[in-house]
């Protein structure tokens, strides 16, 4: 157990849905990572927030946004879904805000139908 | 963005065999992990190694950074050690926080 935590373990939607992934970190961590998981595009790093800011963007798409509360815990929200959305989305969390260890959470795994 | 090659793409294994995963990187990097994502999907820290040597249990992973390599050994192998092998890598700009390889998938049979 890396202790970091996602909810749900599983989601089921249809087209055009919206729904929100939710992360909370290791204690005393600051920085949260988002990654996304596809058969066509591999591990895929999304967006990464540190201390309630966001700190870096990578392949996210418009339709994605993601925040990170006071308490730290992250949600991805993710809009108007394709059935490409469908992949295994990661939460990490590290103390550092780059270059330290991460730590993945067990995923959520979407399927949009 | 810094690019991060693994060998060999499949790697079949007798129970009690050893093997040495590769993973290639195209330039410096402040961050360097493997992980295991067993048939489960979930993805299990096995080192953080930037640079140097670890070893833990029957694994141990060596990073050449100055040459831009690393070598993931696992010995005596089992098979609950089947799954993808992952190499992730973050270069020293921090901009783009791990860069994921394409995995070796393991299989271990007994």
């Known amino acids: 157990d890396s202790g970091v935590t996602q909810t749900p373990k599983h989601l089921i939607t249809a087209t055009g849905q919206r729904v929100t992934l939710r992360c909370s970190p290791r204690s005393g961590d600051l920085s949260v990572y988002w990654y996304q998981q596809s058969l066509d595009q591999g591990l895929q790093f999304l967006i990464q927030y540190y201390n309630g800011e966001e700190r870096a963007k990578g392949n996210i798409l418009e339709r994605f946004s993601a925040q990170q509360f006071p308490d730290l815990h992250s949600e991805l929200n993710l809009s108007s879904l394709e059935l490409g959305d469908s992949a295994l989305y990661f939460c990490a969390s590290s103390v550092a805000r780059w270059g330290g260890e991460q730590f993945f959470g067990p995923g959520t795994r979407l399927t949009v139908l | 963005g810094i690019q991060v090659e693994q060998s060999p793409p499949d790697l079949i294994l007798q129970e009690g065999a050893n093997s040495t995963l590769r993973c290639n990187f195209s330039d410096s990097v402040n961050n360097l992990q493997w992980f295991h994502q067993n048939p489960w999907g979930q993805l299990i820290n096995l080192f953080y190694?930037?640079?140097g040597t670890k070893q833990n249990g029957r694994l141990s992973a060596t990073t050449v950074a100055t040459e831009r390599y690393s070598l993931l050994y696992i010995s005596s192998s089992q098979t609950t050690d089947s799954g993808v092998y992952f190499c992730?890598?973050?270069?020293?700009?921090?901009?783009?926080?791990?860069?994921f390889g394409k995995g070796t998938r393991l299989s271990v049979i007994a």
């Open positions: 992730a890598v973050e270069d020293s700009s921090g901009n783009t926080p791990l860069v």
């Open positions: 190694i930037p640079s």
